[in-house]
């Protein structure tokens, strides 16, 4: 699980970057769930909660940028 605070100090490509693997992460979370060899399902949840966290502090970057 990521910090919010180590989330920010990325730069938007690495952001972006992060974001892309995350959602990599969780596909094959849900895979390995579907076939039942997913022994902690709390990492879905986490994974989602990083995606999240990623995507906002993003926005936050680009909303900046704008003003």
């Known amino acids: 699980m ?5 989330i ?7 952001l972006t970057a992060k ?4 959602k990599k ?4 979370l849900r ?3 579907a076939t039942n060899q997913l022994e902690n399902t709390n990492k879905i949840t986490e994974v989602k909660r990083d ?3 990623v995507g ?3 926005r936050e970057k ?3 940028d704008k003003a």
């Open 51 to 53: 995606i999240a966290r």
């Open 8 to 14: 920010r100090e990325l730069t938007a490509e690495e």
């Open 2 to 6: 990521m910090k919010a605070t180590e």
């Open 56 to 58: 906002t502090v993003l």
């Open 62 to 64: 680009q909303l900046a």
């Open 25 to 28: 992460d969780l596909f094959n």
């Open 19 to 22: 974001l892309g693997d995350l």
């Open 31 to 33: 895979l390995q769930l």
